[in-house]
C-alpha cells in the first residue's frame, strides 16, 4: 500500500517536474515586463503562411485545452503576401465579426495551400464569404465598418508591439513569447503553454 501511495504520488508530481524544466531562453522569451489583465493565448498568423496552415490543428488542440477563463485569441499579420496580406487582415476581421471565422479561415487556407488558389482583390475573398453562407452586402459593409476598421488596426498594433517578424507565434499573457522549436511533440507545446499561462512573475 505504502509503494502504491508513493507510486501515485510520483505521477501526480510529474507534470509539475516536465513544467520545472521549461526555461527562459530556450522554451520562451520574455518580451514584455508586464502581463495582460487576464491570461490569454494570442497566435499570430498568416493565410498565406504553409506553416500556419499546417499548425491549425494544434491551435485548435490548444485553445480546447487551456483552462476555463483563458482567452485564446488570433491575430492576423499583414507583413506576408504584399497587398493581399492587408487585405487578409480584414478578411480574418470579417469572418470574426460575423462569427464565421472557423469556416472562412478552413477556406481560404484550402485555397491557397491545397487548390493553390490564386486571391487578387477583395473579390476573391467576397467570393468565399458569400460560398459559405455570408450576403455579399453584408461583407462589403462589414468590410468597412467601424468595428472592423479597428480590429485590423489592433492586429497590425499587435505585430509591432510584440515585435512579430516570423509566424505561427504564439504569446501568452502578453509577456512570454513561446519558442516553438524548442518543443519535441504537440503534448510537450501544450503543457509549455499552460505552463506559461500560469507562470507567476
Known sequence: MKKLLIGLMAMLALPMVMAANFEEGTHYKVIKQTATAKPEVLEFFSYYCPHCF???PLAKQIKQSLP???????????????KMGEEMVRAYAVADMLGV???????????????RQHFASRDDIRKVF??????????????ESFVVNGMVAQMEKNTINYQIRGVPALVVNGKYLVITNSVKSEEELNELVLYLVNLQG
Open 54 to 56: 499546417k499548425f491549425e
Open 68 to 82: 476555463a477563463g483563458v482567452a485564446f485569441k488570433k491575430s492576423h499579420v499583414s507583413f506576408i503576401g504584399g
Open 101 to 115: 471565422d472557423d469556416e472562412v479561415s478552413a477556406a481560404i487556407f484550402d485555397s491557397i495551400h491545397k487548390k
Open 130 to 143: 458569400v460560398a459559405h453562407g455570408v450576403e455579399a452586402s453584408k461583407f462589403d459593409s462589414a468590410a
